[in-house]
């Protein structure tokens, strides 16, 4: 039935930007977001990588929604999501590995990332391949942008600089011309400021993390968005193994 709707790539698209973003709207991935904020090369840097994996992972389990066995679905996708993140972890090593350091155990934990789950059984697993491309794409540019939002302010208020890092990260496939960074650390000390070490910290994350939700919330009222939520309990991606949908104990319709 869901193949038979006229489906809208533009919506399907920009959902995951403002509308669904699945870190400001939807409160999924916090973890990696709260830990890979602290500035905007970190943060820029995973959420490519999970935009990488959320897309493949998505083409690959939309072909194969018909072939796989509904009550082996989640072990599926899991098998599925770890190929494409090995094959993202060793390119990173290769490719980048100073980010692959800052990153760390991150990086390979994009396997249980409850935004690329959670998309398998909300929408690749029911919809046609380019269709699940585009809603990849869409919400894994929500999650950078989120991410680069998060890693900016954290990054200018508790350390003083925007972009540091950036050498270490294109700098072998673009010419910077010796650039690595903003630093406002002399500028402040100038007129007896210092950065705030609290935003690099996990307690300044948390700040940063609900101060954004409750400006994009904001922005998507206004807007006449309605409550962003899965819909129904087919968009856990715990519902296969969650007693309390077949009890209607989980506050879903």
Same mark, same amino acid.
């Given at each position: 039935?869901?193949?038979?709707?006229?489906?809208?790539y533009?919506?399907?698209?920009?959902?995951?930007?403002?509308?669904?973003?699945?870190?400001?709207?939807?409160?999924?991935?916090?973890?990696?977001?709260? #830990?890979?904020?602290?500035?905007?090369?970190?943060?820029?840097?995973?959420?490519?990588?999970?935009?990488?994996?959320?897309?493949?992972?998505?083409?690959?389990?939309?072909?194969?929604?018909?072939?796989?066995?509904?009550?082996?679905?989640?072990?599926?996708?899991?098998?599925?999501?770890?190929?494409?993140?090995?094959?993202?972890?060793?390119?990173?090593?290769?490719?980048?590995?100073?980010?692959?350091?800052?990153?760390?155990?991150?990086?390979?934990?994009?396997?249980?990332?409850?935004?690329?789950?959670?998309? #398998?059984?909300?929408f690749?697993?029911?919809?046609?391949?380019?269709?699940?491309?585009?809603d990849?794409?869409?919400?894994?540019?929500?999650?950078?942008?989120a991410?680069?939002?998060?890693? #900016?302010?954290?990054?200018?208020?508790?350390?003083?600089?925007?972009?540091?890092?950036?050498?270490?990260?294109?700098?072998? *496939?673009?010419?910077?011309?010796?650039f690595?960074?903003?630093? *406002?650390?002399?500028?402040?000390?100038?007129?007896?400021?210092?950065?705030?070490?609290?935003?690099?910290?996990?307690?300044?994350? *948390?700040?940063?993390?609900?101060?954004?939700?409750?400006?994009?919330?904001?922005?998507?009222?206004?807007?006449?968005?309605?409550?962003?939520?899965?819909?129904?309990?087919?968009g856990?991606?715990?519902?296969?193994?969650?007693?309390?949908?077949?009890?209607?104990?989980?506050?879903?319709?």
């Amino acid at each position: 039935m869901a193949e038979k709707k006229k489906i809208s790539y533009a919506r399907e698209f920009s959902k995951g930007i403002l509308k669904e973003n699945p870190v400001l709207r939807l409160v999924l991935g916090t973890c990696p977001t709260l #830990a890979t904020s602290t500035s905007v090369i970190n943060g820029v840097g995973m959420g490519i990588a999970a935009t990488i994996v959320l897309i493949c992972s998505n083409i690959v389990i939309s072909a194969l929604r018909k072939v796989i066995p509904s009550k082996a679905r989640i072990p599926a996708y899991i098998v599925i999501i770890a190929s494409f993140v090995t094959m993202v972890q060793m390119l990173v090593k290769a490719f980048v590995p100073a980010l692959d350091q800052s990153l760390g155990v991150f990086l390979p934990l994009i396997v249980v990332n409850c935004i690329i789950l959670g998309r #398998a059984e909300a929408f690749a697993g029911k919809n046609p391949v380019l269709a699940s491309a585009v809603d990849g794409l869409g919400m894994g540019i929500g999650f950078t942008a989120a991410l680069f939002c998060m890693g #900016a302010i954290r990054e200018i208020l508790g350390s003083g600089t925007f972009l540091s890092g950036i050498d270490t990260m294109i700098g072998s *496939f673009v010419d910077l011309k010796g650039f690595t960074g903003f630093d *406002f650390t002399s500028a402040l000390e100038k007129i007896g400021l210092a950065p705030m070490t609290l935003f690099v910290l996990p307690a300044g994350g *948390f700040f940063v993390f609900g101060i954004l939700m409750a400006l994009v919330n904001k922005l998507a009222e206004e807007k006449g968005l309605k409550k962003a939520a899965l819909e129904g309990c087919e968009g856990c991606p715990h519902a296969a193994i969650c007693g309390k949908s077949e009890k209607e104990e989980c506050g879903t319709k």
